[in-house]
């Protein structure tokens, strides 16, 4: 069966050091991966999309990897802030399913000072 | 430059009752999404629909569950009889373009959501 895997367990990590989520995804074959951000009581935030047919891609402290052959996407933040404490949603988007997002449970970050 | 905006934030309904959730898409903005989201589990997708259609309503359960997008107002998220295992966080999203234009280019924007708790 389809299974997006996402570390379930919160991660805590110092302020200043980079994060790195991971999302494992099986029996899909995404057109795209996104990646969302959600703070408690609020709905998904798009943080950044990637294609099949691009390895990384960057947006100022965060990068995000694509590897279909492992079928896995690491999302990092460099010089993590406590601002950056959130849930963090992967959800890969499969060809001709535009309309439906499929999310992975979360990974919860927490920056401690 | 308002978001999506979904009303009530909070809705308390005992069982047997309606609830009905709606969602203002942004302005400008003719594609809306509904999703479903349970304690510790990811968003699930329940319907897609423009305005006065549904195009996709494959992840609506197929009692009691009901949406429309009319030509005017909010789209509304109609739950009849409800269960204990309705409770959960509907969050309703929308985009300007149709979303077979990809994600890219149809970019989803979500609201904040309606908690419903059923007693």
């Known amino acids: 069966s389809q299974k997006i895997e996402q570390n379930s367990e919160a991660l805590n990590i110092q302020e200043g050091k980079t994060a790195t989520l991971t999302c494992n995804y099986t029996?899909?074959?995404?057109?795209?991966l996104q990646w969302y951000r959600q703070d408690p009581g609020r709905g998904p935030v798009f943080l950044l999309l990637?294609?099949?047919?691009?390895k990384e891609k960057r947006k100022e402290r965060l990068k995000v990897t694509f590897d279909t052959t492992l079928k896995q996407s690491l999302f990092h933040i460099t010089a993590s802030q406590p601002a950056d404490s959130a849930t963090y949603l992967c959800?890969?988007?499969?060809?001709?399913?535009?309309?439906?997002?499929?999310f992975g449970a979360g990974t919860r970050l927490a920056v401690h000072p | 430059n308002a978001g999506v905006m979904q009303n009530p934030r909070h809705l308390v309904r005992r069982r047997g009752q309606e609830a009905r959730l709606r969602c203002s898409p942004m302005?400008?903005?003719?594609?809306v999404y509904w999703y479903r989201q349970l304690p510790e589990e990811g968003l699930k997708f329940m319907v897609y629909?423009?305005?006065?259609?549904?195009?996709?309503e494959s992840g609506m359960p197929k009692e009691r569950f009901s949406a429309e997008f009319p030509k005017e107002g909010p789209s509304i998220l109609r739950i009849q009889q409800v269960v204990r295992g309705d409770s959960a966080a509907y969050f309703c999203?929308?985009?300007?373009?149709?979303?077979?234009?990809?994600?890219?280019?149809?970019?989803?924007?979500f609201g904040p959501g309606t908690r419903l708790t059923v007693t």
């Open positions: 302005k400008g903005h003719s594609h």
């Open positions: 959800a890969p988007v499969l060809r001709g399913g535009y309309n439906k997002l499929i």
């Open positions: 629909l423009q305005k006065e259609n549904i195009i996709d």
């Open positions: 999203a929308s985009s300007a373009r149709p979303a077979i234009r990809g994600p890219g280019l149809a970019r989803q924007y």
């Open positions: 029996n899909y074959s995404p057109a795209y």
């Open positions: 990637i294609r099949e047919n691009e």
